[in-house]
């Protein structure tokens, strides 16, 4: 039983696209322009997979043709350019009902495939985690489910010769013992099938509860939460990177980071904050994968401040930003606090970046304007950091003079690592020390029951160990 149709290393592929006449439309657009925006944009996704693109074609409709999406005569230039080009596999840039996949199949005699099962295959080779490929697997399987087709008397698994193929009424052909009318082949895929589908349901639940006790871990000690979010190729890998210093793959196929990275990050104001880096968004994200990957959406749902990241060296940015703009809304994350980053600046040349500069200019006393960086060479991080920590909920800093017991040794491992230590010293099996806390930590630690004359907080009401509690 397959799940999935794998693009093989160099495969050779025809791609189809579909523009609509009557679709949404940019002001200025050409009818069927954005059709051609997303069949170059399968390209990418093609390639990401593996494949070798042998060619591409695209037709303008008024509307779909129920049964092969774009009519016969389409279908049989499709068959002739996959003969000419010697392509063994065909892409569609729409989804495919079941019947239009096997009509298609049956009239190009070419194995078939639409993008979302392209995206699910790129899905498939990319997670790394349990986890996240449970999550590709579920949805591959939701997938293939519908569209299990029979294929006449092959697909039966008892009975003989005969009128009634299975060895039901005229089936007096079949052999002794297996009369009946048996169980098609058909219907054991589909019982196998849902019967994995729910075993993948039970171990994702394992691990989100699981995954569920690490974030209540980390809620333990309160720290700011930011998701990169963004469209797929808009660089948010290398910006994580250059932020957190980590090592995440960064490539320029689509999908290459699946599976949630999240670091720890120090603000100018000396905070510690949580930064993670998310899947990439993409026009026509399957729904089935927007269910699916909680891992890395949950993050994204969870997160004090978006991070909104844009490739603004790409000249389509504003509409790709309106796709990010309605899967963010799918999410319910609508109301968060957010920060738009425009990233790849160095890509741009001096008048464009001359433009947009003034552009944020002239925004004035309008929404705070975009961030401008780079996070290749590192250009504008620093007022990146600035513009978060100005974002970010404030949880004011608390200076401590404590007098704590070596004993206690994870509340000091925290203030280290979540504080400043202005100074230290152990005096016998105590440790006296000055350190700069944020409030939230403080309170959580129960420092005040540690804290000696000198505690205050500048501008506050915090002068004496009582008040901190």
Do not use: C
């Not at 093989?8 to 791609?15: K, W």
């Not at 569209?147 to 003989?160: I, K, N, P, V, Y």
């Amino acid at each position: 039983m397959k799940t999935q149709h794998r693009i093989s290393s160099a495969e050779r592929v025809l791609l189809v696209g579909v523009g609509w006449k009557r679709a949404p439309r940019f002001p200025g657009m050409p009818v069927g322009e954005q059709g051609r925006e997303s069949l170059a944009e399968l390209v990418e996704l093609a390639e990401s997979a593996g494949g070798e693109v042998a060619g591409t074609l695209f037709q303008v409709r008024d509307s779909a043709d129920p049964a092969t999406l774009v009519g016969r005569g389409k279908l049989e230039e499709i068959r002739a350019a996959a003969n000419a080009s010697d392509a063994a596999l065909i892409i569609f840039d729409s989804d495919l009902s079941p019947v239009q996949q096997r009509n298609i199949e049956e009239l190009t005699e070419r194995r078939v495939i639409d993008r979302t099962q392209l995206i699910l295959d790129i899905f498939a080779k990319h997670a790394r985690s349990r986890e996240g490929q449970l999550q590709v697997e579920l949805a591959q399987l939701n997938y293939l489910l519908p569209r299990l087709t029979g294929r006449g008397a092959q697909m039966s698994r008892q009975g003989g010769k005969g009128a009634g193929g299975a060895g039901g009424a005229g089936g007096g052909g079949g052999r002794i013992g297996v009369r009946g009318p048996g169980e098609k082949k058909l219907e054991t895929d589909r019982r196998r099938i849902r019967d994995r589908v729910h075993k993948i349901e039970v171990s994702i639940d394992e691990v989100r509860k699981q995954r569920a006790l690490r974030r209540e871990a980390r809620n333990a000690v309160p720290l700011g939460t930011v998701a990169l979010v963004g469209y797929t190729n808009a660089g948010k890998s290398t910006l994580f990177n250059a932020l957190s210093q980590a090592e995440v793959l960064v490539s320029s196929r689509m999908f290459a980071t699946l599976d949630p990275t999240i670091r720890a990050i120090r603000l100018p104001s000396n905070r510690r904050i949580l930064v993670s880096d998310t899947v990439g968004f993409i026009r026509q994200l399957p729904k089935g994968l927007i269910k699916a990957f909680r891992a890395t959406l949950e993050e994204v749902q969870e997160a004090a401040l978006l991070l909104q990241v844009s490739d603004i060296s790409n000249p389509r940015h504003d509409e790709l930003e309106e796709e990010v703009e309605k899967i963010l809304d799918d999410l319910g994350v609508k109301e968060t606090a957010r920060l738009r980053v425009y990233n790849k600046v160095d890509e741009l040349d001096a008048e464009a970046r001359h433009n947009l500069e003034a552009a944020g200019r002239r925004n004035g006393g309008g929404e705070e304007p975009p961030v401008l960086v780079s996070g290749l060479t590192g250009e504008g991080l620093d007022e990146l950091l600035r513009r978060i920590d100005a974002a970010l909920p404030m949880d004011p800093i608390v200076k401590l003079s404590l007098h704590m017991p070596l004993s206690e040794g994870r509340s000091l491992a925290l203030i280290h690592a979540l504080g400043r230590v202005l100074h230290s010293q152990v005096s016998d099996s105590h440790m006296d020390m000055e350190a700069e806390v944020p409030e939230s930590i403080a309170r959580r630690l129960k420092l005040s029951s540690f804290a000696t004359a000198g505690t205050s907080r500048p501008g506050s009401a915090y002068h004496d160990a009582g008040e901190v509690n």
